[in-house]
Every structure is written in C-alpha cells, then in structure tokens.
C-alpha cells in the first residue's frame, strides 16, 4: 500500500463547477498535511495546509479527517487556471520529510 | 528576488556521463531537499540536508551524489551508476514543515 494514496484522474469539470479531491494516508503518526499544485512542467507550490478544524481560503477548503486517515481539497466556481495537478503532501512524525501522493489531475473546460 | 534557483533549465547527456545539476537557495533556509519526478508520478527524495555540513540519503539515493558545503548551496551529482537518470529533478528547501521549491531541471540521458 502506498504511503500517500491519491486518484490520478483526469477530473473534467465545466468552468463553475465545484470539484472534491480524496487523498487517504497509511501513517496514523503523520504530524502535519498540505496540498500543493502543479502545472504542466512546472515546479509544485504550496496551495495550502491542512489544519485538524479545517480551513478555507477563497475558493479553496482543505479537511482533515485524523480517524479515517483522509484528507480533502474541495474546489469552489471552478476557474481555467485551476487546471493543474493538486499533490496530496504528509508530513511524517519525526525530521521534516515530506511524503507526497502522486497527484490528482484536474481539467476545467469553458 | 528572494527563492530557489536551480540550473540549468535543460540537460542533455551521453550516456556513462556524470553531471551535476545546481541548486541556491537565498531564503536562509536551513533544510534543503533533492526530489526527481518521473512522468504521470509523485516525488521521490534523493537525498536531504538539515545543516551546513551532514546529509542524508532518502528513498532513491543509489547512483546520486550530493555536499553541502554552503548553507544556500546543495549541488546534485548524476553519476553514471544511475541506471533510469533522466527525468525532472527538484531541489527543495525548507524552514519547516512547508517545503519550496525551485523551478526544476530537466535532465535527458542518451
């Protein structure tokens, strides 16, 4: 079983549409959690933490299920530019190594 | 411009050739992190560095070299034990627990 387990997809959502991404992790003891994104090419980039209450930014909500070992990126009035791959990223108990999932790929059409 | 450079964008090899690919950082990080990606996958850490001086090896280190000679600096070196080398390579720092990373180099061994 993979560490960090995510759908590959392809997501295809007409613009405006509100989209949810499942990532499932296999260490109970992972501290900490982020989704980052990654277009075409390019380097990933932070999006945003996970925190344990849930949080939003913008368009953007991230929860944190610790029972169920999951963690969700729900994506509001889909947008062009959001079409990227969203990287699911658990932070393990000890050091600072990152354990990254091996992507979710959205595609928003007009 | 505080980031991460990483150079050069493009890579082209022969075969049994070793490279090294640069990496600098200007964020006075302590942490810094080498990842490669392999089409449609997740990353995979090479090696990291915690501090100036001492490195460790992470899941794929066979066939990679790297030193740590300057806090900003984190040099890669592809060697010719490397048996699947080409692919895109990410250096990463860190202040903790986010990672950052550089814009990347594509490395093509022929």
């Known amino acids: 079983r993979k560490e960090v387990e995510q759908d590959p997809g392809p997501f295809n959502v007409p613009e405006g549409a509100t989209v949810a991404f499942n990532c499932t992790y296999s260490?109970?003891?992972?501290?900490?959690f982020f989704w980052y994104r990654q277009d075409c090419r390019k380097e990933p980039k932070l999006l945003m933490s996970?925190?344990?209450s849930g949080n939003e930014d913008g368009r953007f909500t991230a929860q944190l299920n610790r029972a169920s070992q999951y963690i969700s990126l729900l994506i509001r009035d889909s947008k062009l530019s959001d079409s990227a791959t969203y990287l699911c990223v658990v932070k393990g108990a000890a050091g600072n190594m990152l354990t990254f999932g091996g992507g979710t790929r959205l595609m928003v059409k007009p | 411009d505080g980031g991460i450079t990483q150079s050069p964008k493009y890579l082209f090899r022969k075969e049994g050739q070793n490279v090294t690919l640069s990496c600098e950082q200007n964020?006075?990080?302590?942490?810094m992190y080498w990842y490669r990606q392999d089409p449609g996958q997740g990353l995979r850490l090479i090696y990291y560095?915690?501090?100036?001086?001492?490195?460790q090896k992470g899941d794929i280190a066979e066939g990679y070299s790297v030193s740590r000679e300057k806090k900003e600096s984190f040099p890669l070196t592809v060697t010719s034990a490397q048996k699947n080398p080409t692919a895109f390579y990410l250096c990463?720092?860190?202040?903790?627990?986010?990672?950052?990373f550089g814009p990347g180099t594509r490395l093509t061994v022929t």
């Open positions: 260490n109970s003891a992972s501290q900490s």
């Open positions: 996970v925190y344990s």
């Open positions: 964020l006075n990080h302590d942490a």
């Open positions: 560095s915690q501090i100036v001086n001492d490195f």
């Open positions: 990463a720092s860190s202040i903790s627990p986010e990672q950052y």
